[in-house]
């Protein structure tokens, strides 16, 4: 049981270049979710899913796709990458776990570091 | 108005201080609570959950006051391992406009000194 993994941990892009972060579960979760951390901001939701096949846009989607074409999998692309997507982005995983409201397991993964130039 | 608001912090502490993070909500409707602990360069960990009753764990004890929409988290005893940002989560289910979204506050950072 790996957890939550992120590839890749580190990228640099030059403006306008294009990249896909993987995120894979392998605790069989529900729902996914992409962040990004700037100092000062916090977590910003960028967009999530809460199954196989659907995706729906967070705080901050402007610039970014995303699919989940398998459940364990959730993939954040960035189509065109600017200066401003330079940021540590965390993907979580939950799944509520005695079939009630209240108690939800949650992972994040490990993050990966973008910096566009 | 942001979902979730902390106290901007930070919190410099002495060893075996006792220290409180507030943080509140806005949507109403908000499901589950959470705080969760995030050490630099890496990645938020989940602290503990927040229960209507108010639930202890060890030395941290987290309240919710669903009334006033506010959570709490207290800290007794600090150590210097207890340094880090305290972030608090709340879950919108799906009837208050979010498919189980999961909100962060911006955090609050704690340093405990010797």
């Known amino acids: 049981n790996a957890g939550v993994t992120q590839t890749p941990k580190f990228r640099v892009l030059k403006t306008g270049q294009s990249m896909t972060l993987l995120c894979a579960q392998d605790?069989?979760?529900?729902?996914m979710y992409w962040y990004r951390q700037d100092p000062g901001m916090g977590l910003r939701l960028i967009h999530y899913?809460?199954?196989?096949?659907?995706?729906a846009k967070g705080e901050v989607p402007d610039g970014y796709n995303v699919s989940r074409l398998k459940k364990q999998n959730f993939l954040l692309g960035l189509e065109s990458a600017a200066p401003s997507q330079t940021s540590v982005y965390f993907c979580?995983?939950?799944?509520?776990?005695?079939?009630?409201?209240?108690?939800?397991?949650?992972?994040f993964g490990p993050g990966t570091r973008l910096t566009v130039t | 108005r942001k979902e979730v608001e902390q106290d901007p912090g930070p919190f410099n502490v002495p060893e075996g201080a006792t220290v409180a993070f507030n943080c509140t909500y806005s949507?109403?409707?908000?499901?589950?609570f959470f705080w969760y602990r995030q050490d630099c360069r890496k990645e938020p960990k989940l602290l503990m959950s927040v229960y209507s009753s108010g639930n202890e764990d060890g030395r941290f004890t987290a309240q919710l006051n669903r009334a006033s929409q506010y959570i709490s988290l207290l800290i007794r005893d600090s150590k210097l391992s207890d340094s880090a940002t305290y972030l608090c989560?709340?879950?919108?289910?799906?009837?208050?406009?979010?498919?189980?979204?999961?909100?962060f506050g911006a955090g609050t950072r704690l340093a405990v000194h010797p």
């Open positions: 899913s809460v199954g196989e096949g659907t995706t």
């Open positions: 605790m069989n979760h529900e729902y």
């Open positions: 949507n109403s409707a908000s499901q589950s």
């Open positions: 979580a995983s939950i799944a509520e776990k005695y079939g009630t409201s209240g108690f939800y397991e949650q992972y």
């Open positions: 989560v709340v879950i919108l289910s799906l009837f208050s406009g979010g498919y189980n979204k999961l909100i």
